[in-house]
């Protein structure tokens, strides 16, 4: 059974505090990784997705790396409109099957 | 084209009442699928439809639960005979396989409370 499990469950960070935040993953042959921002009551929001170990993908202040067993999500001196959940998922490989295994996300607030 | 829409966005039902969700995907997309979400966690799988076809079912999606996508465009999604257990946020996702990494772009969602 595919599962992922993100860390920390909280982030608190001061305006320009850099930070990482953690995926660790296991799932029968990874066709992508993929990562999301989701604000209250909103639908998550498509950041970036990863297919194969070393890849790495930046938008803004973001930063997403994937190793075979974990992936990154890099913040360079975050604001406070970063604040947000970040959800990781993962898709299988394989077959019809096209859905998403989330994690439970990391809640990132931002301190101005 | 502004992307997934869902109605209705709040849906407040007396335990027992059946519910209906709609889902209209972006228009050039032709793989739509349902999660739900509870407070605190992420989405979990419900259902995905590869055009018209019902291809995959998540164990969680008990017989009170059923999805159609009769023409390959919208989808709805109902729960008959709602419980508590059932209140949570229902997301609809779409993607195309034209995209290089089938990546799914969500809707808002429709929130449900059963009282």
């Known amino acids: 059974e595919d599962q992922v499990t993100q860390s920390p469950e909280a982030l608190r960070l001061q305006e320009g505090e850099s930070s990482s935040l953690n995926c660790s993953y296991t799932v029968s042959g990874l066709r992508g990784l993929f990562w999301y921002r989701q604000d209250p009551g909103k639908g998550p929001e498509f950041l970036f997705t990863l297919y194969s170990a070393g890849e790495e993908k930046e938008k803004e202040r973001l930063k997403a790396t994937l190793t075979k067993k974990e992936s990154f999500l890099h913040i360079t001196a975050p604001k406070p409109e970063d604040s947000a959940t970040y959800l990781c998922a993962v898709q299988a490989r394989g077959g019809s099957a096209r859905q998403l295994t989330f994690g439970s996300g990391t809640q990132l607030t931002v301190l101005p | 084209d502004t992307g997934v829409s869902q109605d209705p966005r709040h849906k407040i039902t007396k335990r027992g009442q059946n519910v209906t969700f709609r889902c209209d995907p972006i228009s050039e997309h032709n793989r739509l699928y349902w999660y739900r979400q509870t407070l605190g966690q992420g989405p979990e799988f419900l259902t995905y439809?590869?055009?018209?076809?019902?291809?995959?079912k998540s164990r969680l999606l008990s017989d009170r639960f059923s999805a159609e996508r009769p023409k390959g465009s919208f989808s709805t999604l109902e729960i008959q005979r709602t419980e508590q257990g059932d209140s949570a946020m229902y997301l609809c996702?779409?993607?195309?396989?034209?995209?290089?990494?089938?990546?799914?772009?969500f809707g808002p969602g429709t929130r449900l409370t059963v009282l």
């Open positions: 996702a779409s993607s195309s396989p034209r995209l290089p990494g089938d990546e799914q772009f």
């Open positions: 439809f590869q055009n018209e076809a019902q291809l995959e």
